[in-house]
Structures are given as structure tokens and as C-alpha cells.
């Protein structure tokens, strides 16, 4: 089955159900919202094509969520909560390049979803604004659960040991990287490749979109065309917006562009108010083997100052490193999955995982070589072991914020729930008969 075969088949499912004759219809109404069978229907038939459980009867299920979805909506309107328009678009553009890149155009996503682009667009729009008001509203109703080291402490002693949490063994490692030096005729190469280029789609004799499909190292634009899709400028690097957004001319192409992927030219397609699209075309200078020799016995100069006691390592961070990451935190990686300091070995880069596997608290690695995977190329760095935590039951004094989040979440979930049971009294409320047979998580919708 193609990738890209749930997004077909759940529009031509869709189809298919109103084209034998099924009239939509309201089924519930909850204060002055009104849900639809086809909301029902395309809930369950997403869910069944994207292989998501639903837990229970899904004509059950699926109208008691949107229901709830309507209850938050309606007290956000009271509450003046909305959504920031910019993260809005910013989401449904990251949405619809995810469907372009999936089904392979957007020709190709307007057959298949039997829409044009701009419905498609705003019906994503109405979709994303709902989910974040409905995340906001949520937050704002919780926000003031903050339980106190005692309460925690109390909700710790509370739990059954087989309740308690089995942690994962997780690391803290510093980092120490920078790039091997790329030799100036290695660049000047890149520079008259892309000139080439530039020449040849303004001459009339080459495709931009070709060529990128053909030579740019964006592996993932290139499929595109180099097509990067709608974006604000603040998705992009610096360096790369201040020319892109200064485009006017499709039919120009632009100055050479250094950023830290490489170099780069631009070509613009649209302009949307404070959104752009655009292509390009990235070329990254090839690093020899004996620039990465170099780089590593440089490293290694710096590890025997360090293990001597001449420097400490986190001197050695600030004035040797280039990753600007972690340069300014004595190297500290921070995890971006959790925003902490500690790190499960699969959330590593592989090959620093494989360095800190059999390391004591404190050791410093051999130079190695890696993938900066955010860059996609090549650097040597070396690292160390701040601090190892082996598999263990889940404790106060090593794991008393991972408690803690454990109790804000049941805390809110609590409230969430009564809150729920609170408004489902005071808020009008009425189902078609024929919806009404239902085991109901909150069995207070039918007075």
C-alpha cells in the first residue's frame, strides 16, 4: 500500500457514504453547537484508516469527545481565550507540506481529498484553532494547581510500590565539537557549482525545480522541487529569510547564500502577507580525510589538557567549542524531548551513545567523529559523563520532578473531570433518541 493511501482512501470512504444516499443530520446539540452524523463519520473512518483505537462503541465515543470539545470552546468564548493566529497558519502550513510531501503535489491532495487547496486550508485552520483554544483553555483552568513539596512527598508515600514508576537508566553528558576547517578552493567549488546554476535558470536553459530535484542536498526539499512551502520568517535562519524575504522576481534567482547547512540559492514562487514559498537549492563543501585527521588530533590535543587538570572542561567548552548549542551551558546537552539535562541512551546521537556506554561519571571520551543530525554533516567532537543513573524504582531524591509531574497530571485530570461534571449541569444539552443508548464516560448528558 502506498504511503499515502489512509488520506485516499478515508476521502473516497467519505465519499462513498454520502453517494449511497446517507443525509446528514444533527445528532447532538450542546448549548448553541450543533455536531453532525458527517463529523461522526469522518472521525471514525480517520481513525480506523490512521489505526487509532477508539475505546469503546465509536458512535458512542467520537459525539461524547466533540461534545466536551464544544463545553471548553463555549467557556473559552466566556473567557476571552483565543488562539494565536500565527501559530495557527504556522501549524496547517507544517500540516499541508506534510500531506504535499505524503501524496506527492498539491495537485495530487486536491484528487484526493476532492477539495481545492484554500478549503482544504481553512478547513485545517477551524481544525488547529479549536485544538489550541481547547489546549489553552485546559491550561488556564489548571494553572493553578501547583502542589507543594509536601504534597508531594504525601502523594509519593501514598502510592502502592508496584504503582511506582520503574525509571530508565538516563545520562547527563557534555559536549566539547567543532567543524574540521573546510579548505577555501572546497568552497570556491561550491560558490561556481551554484553559479552555474543560477546562470543556466536565468538563461532559459535549466528548471530551477530540476535542478534541485537533481543536485540539492535538502534531501527532503528536493523531492519538492526544492519547494520549502509557506513559512514566516521565523522558521528560518536568519541568514537565509533576510535574502528570501527581499525576493520579488520568480523569475530571478538569488545571491548565494551562506548559512550554517551550507550555501544556498533562493528562488521565490508566492508571497502571502508574512508568509513566503520558495525554493532552493543547497550544496554542502565536501570534507577530505585529512581535515577530519586534523580536526580529530586537535581534539585529542585538548583531552590531554583536560585529563592532566591543565584546563577543566568546561573551560575547554568556551573556548574551543562551535557548538553554540551548548557552548554558553559548559556543554550541558540539553534533551529537547523534555527539556532536561538527562538523556535515555536511545534520545542520543548513536554515535555518542556507543562513546558514553561503558564510561564512569566524570570520563572523557576518545575524538570522534559524528552527525550533527540538525545540520546533516559531519563534525568531531568528544564528551563526557556528568552523571549516570542506573534503572531504578522511581525515588524523591533522584526523581522528585518526574513525581511531581505525576501529581500535577493526576491533579489535573481530577479537575479536568469535575469541571466537566460541573458544566455538563448548567450547559444545554440534547441527542436524537436513537444516539442516546450509550455507556457514556460522563452520564450526565441526558438529564
Not at 503535489?105 to 481547547?134: A, G, H, L, W
Not at 504525601?154 to 538516563?170: C, E, G, H, K, W
Not at 526544492?226 to 528570501?244: H, I, N, P, S, Y
Request: aromatic share 8%; with cysteine.
Amino acid at each position: 500500500m502506498k504511503k499515502f493511501s489512509i488520506i485516499a482512501l478515508l476521502s473516497l470512504s467519505l465519499a462513498a457514504v454520502y453517494a449511497q444516499g446517507v443525509i446528514d443530520e444533527v445528532i447532538w446539540v450542546v448549548g448553541d453547537e450543533a455536531i453532525l452524523r458527517s463529523e461522526v463519520e469522518e472521525e471514525r473512518l480517520r481513525a480506523q484508516y490512521e489505526g487509532t483505537t477508539i475505546p469503546g462503541d465509536p458512535y458512542c465515543v467520537i459525539p461524547e469527545q466533540l461534545a466536551i470539545q464544544k463545553l471548553f470552546l463555549h467557556q473559552a468564548v466566556l473567557d476571552s481565550v483565543e488562539a494565536n493566529e500565527s501559530s495557527v497558519s504556522h501549524q496547517v502550513d507544517m500540516r499541508l507540506n506534510y500531506y504535499i510531501n505524503q501524496i506527492g503535489s498539491k495537485e495530487k491532495m486536491e484528487e484526493y481529498f476532492r477539495k481545492t487547496s484554500s478549503e482544504i486550508r481553512e478547513e485545517m485552520m477551524t481544525t488547529v484553532r479549536n485544538q489550541m483554544i481547547i489546549q489553552q483553555m485546559q491550561a488556564k483552568l489548571t494553572q493553578n494547581i501547583k502542589p507543594t513539596p509536601a504534597d508531594i512527598r504525601r502523594f509519593y508515600n501514598t502510592l502502592p510500590v508496584d504503582s511506582i514508576p520503574m525509571m530508565p537508566a538516563q545520562v547527563e553528558v557534555q559536549i566539547l565539537s567543532f567543524e574540521p576547517t573546510v579548505p577555501v578552493e572546497e568552497t570556491e567549488r561550491i560558490k561556481q557549482r551554484l553559479r552555474e546554476f543560477t546562470e543556466r535558470v536565468q538563461n532559459g536553459t535549466a528548471d530551477f525545480g530540476m535542478l534541485a530535484r537533481l543536485y540539492s542536498e535538502d534531501t527532503e526539499s528536493a523531492k519538492r522541487g526544492g519547494e520549502l512551502g509557506f513559512v514566516g520568517r521565523g522558521q528560518l535562519v536568519t541568514e537565509f529569510a533576510d535574502v528570501a524575504f527581499n525576493l520579488n522576481d520568480p523569475k530571478r534567482v538569488s545571491r548565494i547564500v551562506q548559512t550554517e547547512y551550507g550555501y544556498h540559492i533562493i528562488q521565490l514562487i508566492e508571497k502571502k502577507g508574512e508568509r513566503i514559498n520558495c525554493r532552493h537549492i543547497l550544496l554542502r563543501p565536501r570534507i577530505s580525510a585529512t581535515d577530519k585527521v586534523n580536526a580529530i588530533e586537535r581534539l585529542d590535543s585538548i583531552r590531554q589538557l583536560v585529563v592532566a587538570d591543565s584546563i577543566q572542561f568546561e573551560q575547554a567548552v568556551i573556548l574551543f567549542s562551535q557548538d553554540k548549542n551548548t557552548a554558553m551551558n559548559a556543554g550541558l546537552m540539553i534533551n529537547p524531548n523534555t527539556g532536561s539535562s538527562r538523556f535515555e541512551y536511545q534520545d542520543l546521537a548513536p554515535e555518542i551513545a556507543k562513546q558514553i556506554y561503558n564510561m564512569q561519571e566524570g570520563d572523557i571520551s576518545q575524538p570522534f567523529v559524528m552527525m550533527d543530525q540538525q545540520k546533516n554533516r559531519e563534525v568531531c567532537a568528544i564528551v563526557r559523563l556528568k552523571k549516570k543513573t542506573d534503572v531504578h524504582r522511581a525515588n524523591l531524591i533522584d526523581d522528585f520532578q518526574a513525581i511531581k509531574s505525576m501529581l500535577e497530571q493526576k491533579l489535573s485530570r481530577d479537575f479536568i473531570h469535575n469541571w466537566i461534571l460541573s458544566k455538563q449541569k448548567s450547559t444545554f444539552v440534547q441527542i436524537d433518541p436513537e444516539w442516546q443508548g450509550c455507556d457514556f464516560e460522563y452520564p450526565g448528558w441526558i438529564h
